[in-house]
């Protein structure tokens, strides 16, 4: 696990960070080399708002594919984590969220930032 922590990302993956919510997820897509595509957005966290974010992976993903960070919130992430990983296959990690407050900390946007999606759990 280690060796993986320590690899960084192609600049054309596409990093999607989502952070989960009782009624909406909040939604941001970038690359290293293109920055913020898109977002941050809000999403319905019901199927309509999974089929959005799936339809925006498979529109922005490269050749490199993707990476989908979610954090990690107990029944809100579930759902989530479990039809991403059956649509992109081996490309979704979850967070605790110490670790993307740790995260936001370490690149000086405090608790308050967006989730960094850098390294696996």
Avoid: Y
């Avoid at 993707?66 to 979850?94: C, H, K, N, Q």
């Avoid at 690149?107 to 989730?115: A, E, I, T, Y």
């Amino acid at each position: 696990m280690l060796e993986l922590l320590q690899q960084a990302l192609a600049g054309s993956v596409l990093v999607v960070a989502i952070d989960p919510g009782k009624v909406q997820h909040r939604v941001w897509f970038s690359t290293g080399n293109g920055g913020l595509l898109a977002g941050p957005m809000s999403v319905p966290s019901l199927r309509p708002g999974l089929d959005e974010v799936t339809a925006a992976i498979r529109r922005l993903a490269g050749p490199d594919g993707a990476l989908v960070a979610i954090e990690a919130t107990g029944a809100l992430d579930g759902s989530w984590v479990r039809a991403l990983e059956e649509r992109f296959p081996s490309s979704v990690r979850v967070f605790a969220p110490s670790e993307t407050a740790a995260a936001r900390a370490q690149l000086g946007r405090g608790v308050s930032g967006p989730m960094t999606a850098t390294a696996p759990r």
